[in-house]
């Protein structure tokens, strides 16, 4: 299965100068909870917004750079491999993490998202991808809880594709 995984503003910001304009621990938590154990799929900057590598998941760097070695990172020049993976392997889940262009190339061969809606407008200059909402079926809708460390309103949203 091939998903889609990622917070966005109710402006559907997803990044500001290539980190997150907000601070939600309940939704790092969601992120790691559903990546664990897991392939997960990001562009360069995206793994660099992120000091490198996630342990406990298999991590793979789609870059149009041939020369890019990181270490303990699987680099690939295409998203159609990931489709030959799912295919081959239909049993693990592969998430895309981001950027916003890997969404966007993304949203065509998804099989689910993951949305961490977020009740709140923040100023951004990388935005969640488009996708046609009568392809997809809202399945789960959970609100999450708001307190000191979590200060917005936020919706954790699954969305499956309608076959």
């Known amino acids: 299965m091939i998903s889609l995984i990622f917070a966005a503003s109710r402006n559907n910001v997803i990044g500001y100068q290539n980190k997150m304009p907000w601070h939600l621990p309940q939704d790092l938590k969601f992120f790691k909870e559903k990546t664990t154990g897991n392939t997960i799929v990001m562009g360069r900057k995206t793994l660099e917004s992120m000091n490198g590598p996630l342990p406990n998941r298999r991590n793979v760097v789609l870059t149009r750079n041939k020369d890019l070695e990181i270490e303990n990172v699987e680099i690939i020049h295409d998203l ?71 200060p917005y309103d936020y919706y954790f949203l699954q969305y499956d594709r309608k076959n």
Do not use: C
């Open 80 to 150: 159609s491999i990931v489709e030959y993976w799912n295919n081959e392997h239909p049993e693990i889940e592969y998430f895309i993490i981001g950027g916003g262009a890997i969404y966007k190339q993304a949203v065509p061969i998804a099989d689910r998202m993951y949305i961490t809606k977020i009740d709140e407008e923040f100023p951004g200059d990388t935005f969640a991808p488009a996708f046609a909402e009568a392809e997809w079926e809202l399945t789960k809708k959970e609100k999450g809880i708001k307190n000191d460390k979590n």
